[in-house]
Every structure is written in structure tokens, then in C-alpha cells.
């Protein structure tokens, strides 16, 4: 089917104007004035509101085993979630544990998305080790279309890696064009922290903040991009959540370091106080690092506007508040599945915190939101713009809209929202993923399956 959208002011990261677009064959084909309707083709008249890029989210977690447990949402619920935000591409962290086969791991993400997404994704592969074996799936990875590593400076045991390990594995991503893309504490630290607070009676969601200080993270962010400077390899901060980690990030790309700083969205929205909420509520808003003061939060938005903090994405991890946050973790914190679900919020988040009260203008909001983890990942001018050639990934939004975030109106497989009550404004109206309709008057009209499997090519040299 082939699509015109008509009279929709038009705004990308760089660009803002009112013209019509043309989409077929699942490209942008034509951008004008009054452009005539093709016979058979679906008009859209979206005089009156935006016409954005699609937006992705560059780090989200659908599939996600924890501690004998597993995220709620599957690729079905988790896309249809996505589109009704907006995003139209999402990344999702594909985390390995130390004793898996990575290549049987590569295998088993992907079939959680083909046959089942009805929006494009692609991963971040994660590597829990560095050897001769892992050297050469990793290498079969990247050939796949996979050109960004993910690794952990946290979970002793599971997921960290030797300061060997590191070192050799960034070596490889720089000689590859790989960007590594980091969760930066210290595996050790939290670990003896946790242990502790447990000891002293600290059990409660409250204590989460203490085992895992800003200076813990500060100090991994620095390690990580030590790293990143001693082997030449780009490096992009997942999550960065204090101050004091910002601060390592400016330091390093002021001695030349290719650093990337990622925000999401809860971390300019919500603060520690939270995660202390009584009657064990604070375990709602328990994710790592944890929820900083909120005193970080200008902070960040002035970093956006600035261009230092690149993109905003969710860290989307859905778990029950009842049967999975409570049940595990009532007498213990550190069995609290972290995460907070918020992959079909970002966007109206976003929009409303920040464009409406005018902490970001509408360039700065497409480009971290869209266009800055299109550039980063590979992934443009295919995805993150609108101009003749890309994928006719659109959102036409509405900003005069207004509504209110419940869990009972939301996609996500999760019984709670983090935000629920909040008030919006502005939504996405209508969404398309390679030009077929997704989100029709905001109601999902999408297809299973739709969704491609994104091949990127290396582009970190």
C-alpha cells in the first residue's frame, strides 16, 4: 500500500517546514508541495500537527531471564507497546550469562523477534567473556549485522568481565568499527556493599540507592572509558544517572576519548524519593544505577540542549510489582528484578517534560529521541530522519492532545505503571513502520511480524 501524508509541519533534527510525503514501497519516494494522490494510494491529512522520524529506543530489554525469572513482555506485546509510544525501531540488550554459548544466545534473541515483532529491531551483543572462542562467534555476530558490543562493569559473576578481558575485547571492537556500549559500576564494590546493608537489617527497596552510590558509578564510568581511550574504540554510556558520572564522560572527551552518553527517560522524570515510597511501593521504581536526586535532573535536560547527553532511551525492563518485585524481593533488595517499564511512555514523557515546558525544543527532541541512535548505531539515513530514500518510518503527532498514563490503558505486559495518573501532552496520533500504518488515530492497527530484523554495518573505525 502506498501512503500520502498531507500538511504535516514536518520536523526533524536539523529541519522544520509543511509539506506533504509520499511513501511507497517502504521508502520516502517524494517530499513537496500539494503533491497529486497516486491512484490507490491511503491519504492522511495531518494538517495541524508534526510529522516526526520514527523514533527508536536504543536500549531495551524484551526478552530478559533474572534470577529464575523472566520480563513480562514478549516481542508481541513489546513492539505493539513501542509503536503506541511512537518508536519505531527499538535495540534490545541481548545479555548472555559467563557459560553460555554466545553464538546459541545470538540464536535464541533472535527468535523471540522474528515472526513476531511489528517493529524493526536489532541488539547490542552482550560479551560476559573474552576468549579465542568468543573472539570468533563474536566475529560471526558482526558479520551477522550486529556492530555494538554490550558490557557489564556490575553483576559479580554473571556478566562482568576481567580487566583483561575488557581490555582485549575493546582492541577487537576498535579493529572491527564496533562501538562498546557499557553499564558502568563495579561488579565488586556493589557486591561487598549489598552484603553489608543486608547484614545490617537494610532489606528494603530504599537501601537499593546505598549499595550502589553515584561514586560507584563515577568510578566505573571511569574505568570504562580509560579503557576506551587506551585501545581507541568508541565507547557509549548506557544509563548514566548522577553527576558525577557526567563529569567523567566531559573529562575523557576533553582528552579525545569517543564517548556517548545515554540517558532514559526515568532518570528525568523520577527521583530516589521513589524508590523509598512505603508499604514496599518503592520497589516499583528499583532499576541500576539506581534513581539519582532530583537535583540531577537539570542537569540532564541542560545536557540535551547542549548536545553532551546524546539520546534518551528506556532501559525497558517489565516485571511484576506482585508476583515477581514482591514475591522475590519483599525481605531483600538485591532479589528485587530491577527495571522500570516505560517503552510506550519515552516519547509522550519526553514530549510533555520537556517540549511542553520548554526545557527542549522540537530539534533537540527528535535528535535525541530519533536521530542521534540512528547515527551512533549505524542505522542512518535509513532510520532516525525523513528525506527521500529513507524508510518511511513516520509519527504524526498530535500536541494538542492531553491524557493520562494508566496501566490499564497501556500494551506493556505489566501489572503497574510507574506513572500511573501522570498527565500527558500531546501523542503519537498515527505511526507507520516502512510505510504501513502501525498506530491509526491512536489505535493499533499493526501486524505481527512486520517488524525486520535491522543488519548494520560497522561504522566506528
Partial sequence: MSLLIKNGEIVTASERYVADI????????????????????????????????GFID????????????????????????ALMGGTTTLIEMLCPSKNDDLLESFELWKSKGEGHSACDYTFHMGVPRFDDKAKDQLGE???????????????????????????HALCFAKERGVIGTAHCENADLVLELQKKLISEGKTGPEWHYHSRPPYVEAAGTSKFLTFAQ??????YI???????????????????????????????????????????????????????HKSNQELFWNGLRQGFVHTVATDHAPFDFVDQKTK?????????????PSIEERVKLLYSHGVAEGKIDLHTFVDCASTQAAKIFGLFPRKGTIQLGSDADLVIYDPDYEGV?????????????????????????????RGALAVENGKFVGKKGHGQLLKREPNHF
Fill in 230 to 235: 587506551a585501545t581507541g574504540a568508541a565507547a
Fill in 405 to 433: 498514563i494508566s496501566q490499564k490503558t497501556h500494551s506493556m505486559n505489566v501489572d503497574y505503571s510507574a506513572f500511573e495518573g501522570w498527565k500527558i501532552k500531546g501523542r503519537p496520533e498515527t505511526v507507520t513502520v
Fill in 328 to 340: 522475590m524481593g519483599k525481605d531483600d533488595f538485591t532479589k528485587i528484578p530491577n527495571g522500570i
Fill in 141 to 167: 555476530v558482526i558479520d551477522a549485522g550486529i556492530t555494538s558490543f554490550k558490557f557489564f562493569l556490575a553483576y559479580k559473576g554473571v556478566f562482568d568481565l576481567s580487566d583483561e578481558e575488557l581490555y
Fill in 58 to 81: 536504543p536500549h531495551v530489554h524484551i526478552y530478559l531471564p533474572f534470577m529464575g525469572t523472566y520480563a513480562k513482555d514478549t516481542y508481541e506485546t513489546g513492539s505493539k507497546a
Fill in 238 to 292: 548506557v544509563h548514566l544517572s548522577c553527576n558525577e558520572a557526567l563529569h567523567q564522560v566531559m573529562r575523557a572527551r576533553y582528552a579525545g576519548t569517543r564517548a556517548f552518553v545515554e540517558i532514559v527517560i526515568p532518570y528525568l522524570t523520577v527521583d530516589m524519593s521513589y524508590a523509598e515510597l512505603p508499604d514496599f511501593e518503592g520497589a516499583k521504581y528499583v532499576m541500576s544505577p539506581p534513581l539519582r
Fill in 22 to 53: 509520499y511513501c511507497d514501497n517502504d521508502t520516502i519516494s517524494k517530499i513537496g508541495q500539494d503533491l497529486e494522490t497516486p491512484k490507490g494510494a491511503k491519504v492522511i491529512d495531518a494538517k495541524g500537527k508534526y510529522v516526526f522520524p
